[in-house]
């Protein structure tokens, strides 16, 4: 029995397993505040030591490793500095407790594992092939689109397969005008693996080389780092930040130690937090759920030969806000839309799991794809121009017609990255990569096209009630043809989704103690 590797996973604080609802948690952070447990969704690359030769600090098993990359940095940054605690995503769905391994995109340079890094914005497509291939991962296991994705991948290099730097890379969907997360939530983060940093690996030269990064990360910073940039935080130049745009070794002893939040960070990454779904609230002897709960469905990318990447539909996710009674689709796409771009993007969803709505025929008349969807109750236009949303028309079908549906919002949001970068040294400490003195800003990588429902439409999805979601996107109304449409297994009645909360597991003493008892 593996009984250290449940702790890590589940947080185990007694032996008594118990509901959420009637946990009796720590709870109470600073000021009388909750504690938020933000959840993580990891994947790891294929061929990377995390996956074929585990041993960090005393864990040897891929998912003990793995779970420990998010209990590091939440205790050492984040719970006494700003009461938020990361946990697995992995729920008590699950029969096994295993987090997914996904291939390699590109095998070209390097190593099993490898990425290529320097610049995800210019050169993307492996990036954004790596996390459809977890975001797909999740969803064959059950439940995709929960808490914030994260990928342990190898070591990254350039386009001549040099390595550089680069040891992580995090963002989320944010405000071009505040660089705040915004609803719908989004946010990846993806490390390199810290075999190569943690200082308890006695040999960290990157693959098939004579190098290493000049510091170690018994914390894993790095981790904080790039979760402070999923929950909206951006650089900060200072050797004792976490936001630093590098790690720092304050007091020379070859580790990375800047780890300190300020008081802006700290309302930032917690009013980021409560938009994560997943996210569990913990006041004194609760455990709540968030108010925001989502599923994601991946859609194949690079199916059609010569597609590019904006007319690529890579997933389809729908987030619903109990709070707000707000219901958001959204359709992901492989990479980024140009100037020159223009299309149209289709919701078609069956908002009762029935045979009511309209069908192909009612579709097409209003101006509608060419589809075999049946029972669409109700549909929904997002107008793309360049890099911007122009318009949208939405409908209700009610008694056989289409009926203009007032209230809805369309949206064009971009997921952007941020790096942290080292220097590299050779094994007589001279450096042979530096981190570029500009470069630390933003990296935009996919953008998604977002369409908002008022909660009163849509009420009854918010509680767990299955619903249908087709997508397509056109290039040409008069034909109607799609360029790219969201696999089904059933063409007709599209794909299911399901806003049910996840159901995290939780072991708590059951009542008051005391030291001692």
Same mark, same amino acid.
């Given at each position: 029995?593996?009984?250290?590797?449940?702790?890590?996973?589940?947080?185990?604080?007694?032996?008594?397993?118990?509901?959420?609802?009637?946990?009796?948690?720590?709870?109470?952070?600073?000021?009388?505040? =909750? &504690?938020?447990?933000?959840? +993580?969704? #990891?994947?790891?690359?294929?061929?990377?030591?995390? %996956?074929?030769?585990? *041993?960090? $600090?005393? =864990? &040897?098993?891929?998912?003990? +490793?793995? #779970?420990?990359?998010?209990?590091?940095?939440?205790? %050492?940054?984040?719970? *006494?500095? $700003?009461?938020?605690?990361?946990?697995?995503?992995?729920?008590?769905?699950?029969g096994?407790?295993?987090?997914?391994?996904?291939?390699?995109?590109?095998?070209?340079?390097?190593?099993?594992?490898d990425?290529?890094?320097?610049?995800?914005?210019?050169?993307?497509?492996?990036?954004?092939?790596?996390?459809?291939?977890?975001?797909?991962?999740?969803?064959?296991?059950?439940?995709?689109?929960?808490?914030?994705?994260?990928?342990?991948?190898?070591?990254?290099?350039?386009?001549?397969?040099?390595?550089?730097?680069?040891?992580?890379?995090?963002?989320?969907?944010?405000s071009?005008?505040?660089?705040?997360?915004?609803?719908?939530?989004?946010?990846?983060?993806?490390?390199?693996?810290?075999?190569?940093?943690?200082?308890?690996?006695?040999?960290?030269?990157?693959?098939?080389?004579?190098?290493?990064?000049?510091?170690?990360?018994?914390?894993?910073?790095?981790v904080?780092?790039?979760?402070?940039?999923?929950?909206?935080?951006?650089?900060?130049?200072?050797?004792?930040?976490?936001?630093?745009?590098?790690?720092?070794?304050?007091?020379?002893?070859?580790?990375?130690?800047?780890?300190?939040?300020?008081?802006?960070?700290?309302?930032?990454?917690?009013?980021?937090?409560?938009?994560?779904?997943?996210?569990?609230?913990?006041?004194?002897?609760?455990?709540?759920p968030?108010?925001?709960?989502?599923?994601?469905?991946?859609?194949?990318?690079?199916e059609?030969?010569?597609?590019?990447?904006?007319?690529?539909?890579?997933?389809?996710?729908?987030?619903?806000?109990?709070?707000?009674?707000?219901?958001?689709?959204?359709?992901?796409?492989?990479?980024?839309?140009?100037?020159?771009?223009?299309?149209?993007?289709?919701f078609?969803?069956d908002?009762?799991d029935?045979?009511?709505g309209?069908?192909?025929?009612?579709?097409?008349?209003?101006?509608?794809?060419?589809?075999?969807?049946?029972?669409?109750?109700?549909?929904?236009?997002?107008?793309?121009?360049?890099?911007?949303v122009t318009?949208?028309?939405?409908?209700?079908?009610?008694?056989?017609?289409?009926?203009?549906?007032?209230g809805?919002?369309?949206?064009?949001?971009?997921?952007?990255?941020?790096?942290?970068?080292?220097?590299?040294?050779?094994?007589?400490?001279?450096?042979?990569?530096?981190?570029?003195?500009?470069?630390?800003g933003?990296?935009?990588?996919?953008?998604?096209?977002?369409?908002?429902?008022?909660?009163?439409?849509?009420?009854?999805?918010?509680?767990?009630?299955?619903?249908?979601?087709?997508?397509?996107?056109?290039?040409?109304?008069e034909?109607?043809?799609?360029?790219?449409?969201?696999?089904?297994?059933?063409?007709?009645?599209?794909?299911?989704?399901?806003?049910?909360?996840?159901?995290?597991?939780?072991?708590?003493?059951?009542?008051?103690?005391?030291?001692?008892?």
């Amino acid at each position: 029995m593996r009984v250290r590797a449940w702790s890590v996973a589940l947080g185990i604080m007694s032996a008594t397993l118990i509901p959420a609802s009637g946990a009796w948690a720590a709870g109470g952070w600073t000021g009388g505040q =909750d &504690f938020y447990h933000v959840p +993580l969704s #990891w994947c790891i690359v294929q061929g990377t030591p995390a %996956h074929v030769s585990p *041993n960090v $600090a005393g =864990d &040897f098993a891929t998912d003990d +490793l793995i #779970w420990r990359r998010h209990e590091r940095p939440s205790d %050492h940054i984040y719970i *006494n500095q $700003a009461g938020i605690t990361f946990r697995s995503a992995i729920n008590d769905i699950w029969g096994q407790l295993n987090f997914p391994i996904i291939p390699d995109p590109d095998l070209n340079f390097g190593v099993q594992g490898d990425m290529r890094g320097e610049d995800v914005n210019t050169f993307g497509a492996e990036f954004n092939a790596m996390l459809s291939s977890c975001e797909t991962a999740w969803d064959n296991l059950g439940r995709s689109g929960i808490g914030i994705t994260a990928v342990n991948a190898g070591v990254f290099h350039d386009g001549n397969g040099q390595y550089v730097g680069t040891i992580g890379w995090g963002g989320c969907v944010e405000s071009q005008f505040t660089g705040l997360c915004i609803p719908p939530y989004e946010g990846v983060i993806t490390v390199v693996d810290n075999h190569y940093l943690h200082p308890s690996v006695p040999n960290r030269t990157l693959p098939n080389s004579t190098l290493q990064f000049i510091l170690t990360d018994p914390m894993d910073q790095l981790v904080g780092h790039e979760l402070g940039h999923a929950l909206s935080l951006p650089h900060r130049t200072n050797n004792t930040a976490l936001m630093n745009p590098g790690p720092v070794d304050n007091n020379s002893d070859g580790m990375s130690d800047n780890i300190t939040l300020n008081a802006t960070e700290v309302n930032a990454v917690r009013a980021s937090a409560v938009l994560v779904p997943g996210l569990e609230i913990d006041p004194p002897r609760l455990i709540l759920p968030g108010n925001v709960r989502a599923q994601r469905r991946p859609d194949k990318v690079k199916e059609h030969a010569g597609r590019p990447a904006h007319l690529d539909l890579a997933s389809v996710k729908v987030t619903g806000d109990v709070a707000q009674r707000e219901i958001a689709v959204t359709q992901q796409l492989f990479g980024l839309l140009p100037a020159t771009a223009k299309q149209f993007h289709w919701f078609l969803i069956d908002t009762d799991d029935a045979v009511t709505g309209a069908g192909p025929a009612a579709i097409r008349k209003a101006g509608g794809p060419v589809t075999q969807f049946t029972g669409a109750d109700i549909i929904l236009r997002a107008d793309v121009a360049g890099q911007a949303v122009t318009g949208g028309q939405a409908w209700s079908f009610q008694a056989g017609n289409l009926v203009p549906l007032v209230g809805v919002g369309f949206d064009l949001r971009r997921l952007v990255m941020h790096p942290l970068r080292t220097k590299i040294v050779n094994r007589d400490g001279a450096v042979v990569w530096a981190p570029p003195s500009e470069g630390h800003g933003e990296f935009p990588v996919h953008h998604i096209i977002a369409a908002t429902l008022p909660g009163e439409k849509l009420g009854a999805l918010l509680e767990g009630k299955p619903f249908r979601v087709h997508a397509v996107i056109v290039t040409d109304p008069e034909k109607g043809e799609a360029v790219d449409e969201i696999e089904a297994k059933d063409p007709e009645r599209g794909t299911v989704f399901d806003l049910k909360l996840p159901s995290f597991p939780h072991c708590f003493a059951q009542g008051e103690t005391t030291p001692g008892g």
